[in-house]
């Protein structure tokens, strides 16, 4: 099962990331986040749980209005990968 989370607003990583781990209801072989605020794209992929890709993500902050998408992936095919 994957899940897919989209968000408009601010502070658009936090509410990605807290939607993820309310989809999340087992380990996950990876997740990632795209966020485009201010006309640059923030793109961050990570193997294993939600929490891995929330620790990817410290240091990234937006607080103005932007738009974003994530998603979990637990694949039926191929390894998981950052790719």
């Not at 607003?9 to 989809?23: F, Q, S």
């Not at 485009?36 to 793109?43: G, H, N, P, S």
């Amino acid at each position: 099962m994957c899940g897919i989370v989209g968000f408009v607003g601010k502070n658009t990583k936090d509410v990605l990331i807290d939607g993820l781990k309310e989809l999340e209801y087992r380990g996950y072989d990876s997740s990632g986040i795209a966020i485009l605020a201010d006309d640059d794209f923030f793109v961050k992929k990570t193997i294993g749980k939600i929490s891995n890709l929330q620790l990817a993500c410290n240091g990234y902050e937006n607080t103005n209005q932007s738009i974003g998408i994530g998603h979990t992936r637990w694949a039926t095919h191929g390894k998981p990968t950052d790719i």
